[in-house]
């Protein structure tokens, strides 16, 4: 079992800055991947960006490259989505996911997730 807990999330203007946490309990963090995911109001749920369990490799969807990173410390338990360049389209739910999969693009890739943290980026 893996408990996620997100947290960080906020209002915020267009071109600034929100930093999320992802902090994990159960097994042991640097057995899974992460992955980060969001759902805009009225919309699917989609994939963001995911980082390998050592945090060595890290993919992001087209729409957030250049604006976002993520990150990951293993000793601390806990992920990190860094936004910078906000932009009102990025307002949504963010959630925290865990896979054990070598596939990361769909939320099936996916064992475990949080409950979301809100982000809402005013214009």
């Known amino acids: 079992q893996v408990q996620l807990v997100e947290s960080g999330g906020g209002l915020v203007q267009a071109g600034g800055s929100l930093r999320l946490f992802c902090a994990a309990s159960?097994?042991?963090?640097?057995?899974?991947?992460l992955g980060w995911f969001r759902q805009p109001p009225g919309k699917e749920r989609e994939f963001v960006a995911t980082?390998?369990?050592?945090?060595?490799?890290?993919y992001f969807t087209d729409s957030v490259k250049g604006r976002f990173t993520i990150a990951r410390d293993n000793a601390k338990n806990t992920g990190y989505l860094q936004m910078n360049s906000l932009k009102p389209e990025d307002t949504a739910v963010y959630y925290c996911?865990?896979?054990?999969?070598?596939?990361?693009?769909?939320?099936?890739?996916?064992?475990?997730w949080g409950q979301g943290t809100q982000v809402t980026v005013s214009s």
């Open positions: 980082i390998s369990r050592s945090g060595g490799s890290t």
């Open positions: 996911a865990a896979r054990f999969s070598a596939n990361w693009g769909r939320e099936d890739d996916y064992a475990y």
């Open positions: 159960g097994r042991t963090f640097s057995m899974y991947g």
